[in-house]
């Protein structure tokens, strides 16, 4: 069958540069070495129990099992509201401007099929989370990167983001701070010129904040970019339940901001799939009722296992961003050799899995991701492998 072709939207995508090291930790498990992956972005903890038992209880609900809103119910919308207004002091209106998703992920794939002409040029993070780009392509846009560089702390520089709006025209900049894969964040002041430049340059600001609850001090919460004020007028920001709750699996998720921008997503969406379970809006409710307690002991886990790999990095001489936020650790290949080959070597030698930074961006190459997605136990014995792969 070999008249049976994928599209040329698919086969110009960048190649999936994660398939050879699936290849290579496939053929060092053959060689009986034990792999340990800090590059799994998936927390490792349970959902917590009380929301998991919600959850149970909803899906006994015969009215549960039906088609749900294309736009999520109004309890849940509403319920969004409520915790926008509690933890960023944002309020938004339930009708017109929150909208519920099936992963963030999921929306973010979906906004430029909404806005995006063939042709459009987008800006995007690199490094970044892949996603970012490759929506841009399926949509026929053309993505752009914009460079966030070491010497900058992985931020980009203002100026250069005003130069590319002006000579690209871009239909919109998406943003990610906290980031993936750097962790790196942003102050008020960062995105109040973000929002003066999309506004001046009348782009569209799409904001991927699926990190929102995962910072470690009290002092430096991230903020909504909706908490700018002039942001409502252009923005729309993405939010996850998956890191927050522990809840990767089931699906939930909500992009809020300007009405128009929302009813373009809701519009594109109307065409493709159906609201998340009912079921899951319901105790997705319930977890933002209760989110600053159901959040902290998670914090509080990762804030341990940040202390532990921060030491073995630093007993070794690794250098890295300071995580703020985020359950990543960004940490710089020594004696600058090429991340993949870096990646490649630690699976060999060590069975130790971490990211290649190149898999996120050019910018990314000479640095490596580290999850904290697994215990204390691993961890230290993630700092063990890799002190002796890098003395080999
Ligand atoms: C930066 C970023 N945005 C969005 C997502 C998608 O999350 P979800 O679709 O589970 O909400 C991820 C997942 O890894 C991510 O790292």
């Not at 998703?101 to 970044?128: M, Q, R, T």
């Not at 931020?155 to 590319?164: A, T």
């Not at 002092?219 to 252009?234: C, F, Y």
Request: net charge neutral.
């Amino acid at each position: 069958m070999n008249w049976i072709e994928q599209a040329r939207r698919l086969k110009e995508l960048p190649p999936y540069i994660f398939s050879e090291i699936n290849a290579i930790k496939a053929d060092a498990q053959k060689r009986g070495i034990s792999l340990l992956s800090l590059a799994i972005g998936d927390p490792d903890l349970p959902t917590p129990e009380a929301i998991v038992r919600k959850l149970q209880e909803a899906t006994a609900k015969q009215e549960n099992h039906v088609y749900s809103p294309y736009e999520g119910t109004l309890a849940f919308r509403e319920a969004v509201a409520h915790w926008f207004d509690e933890r960023f002091k944002v309020k938004l209106n339930p009708e017109t401007e929150i909208l519920a998703l099936i992963g963030s992920k999921e929306g973010i794939a979906h906004f430029p099929l909404a806005f995006v002409n063939p042709g459009d040029k987008c800006l995007y993070p690199s490094p970044g989370y892949p996603i970012f780009q490759t929506a841009i392509s399926l949509a026929g846009g053309i993505p752009i990167p914009v460079p966030h560089r070491a010497e900058n702390g992985f931020v980009p520089d203002l100026k250069e983001i005003e130069s590319l709006l002006v000579l690209h025209k871009p239909k919109y900049l998406l943003i990610n701070f906290p980031c993936n894969p750097t962790s790196a964040v942003v102050d008020r002041e960062f995105l109040s010129q973000l929002v003066f430049l999309a506004r001046k340059y009348e782009t569209i600001l799409v904001s991927d904040n699926a990190y929102s609850e995962m910072y470690y001090d009290e002092n430096d919460k991230p903020l909504s970019i909706l908490e700018i004020p002039g942001a409502m007028d252009v923005a729309i920001e993405f939010q996850s339940f998956s890191k927050t709750f522990n809840m990767t699996g089931w699906r939930i998720a909500y992009a809020v901001g300007n009405s128009k921008l929302i009813a373009g997503l809701l519009r594109a969406k109307t065409n493709i799939d159906s609201g998340p379970l009912l079921a899951v809006q319901e105790a997705s409710i319930y977890a933002m009722r209760n989110g600053k307690a159901l959040t902290e002991p998670i914090r509080a886990v990762y804030r341990k296992r940040r202390k532990i790999i921060l030491e073995g990095l630093d007993s070794l001489g690794i250098k890295y961003l300071y995580p703020k936020a985020t359950f990543f650790v960004w940490a710089q290949v020594p004696g600058g050799e090429p991340s993949m080959d870096f990646a490649k070597r630690l699976i060999e030698k060590e069975g130790l899995v971490v990211t290649p930074g190149i898999g996120f961006g050019k910018e990314g190459d000479k640095f490596f991701r580290l999850a904290l997605t697994v215990p204390d136990s691993s961890l230290v014995d993630a700092i063990n492998r890799l002190g002796r792969a890098i003395r080999k």
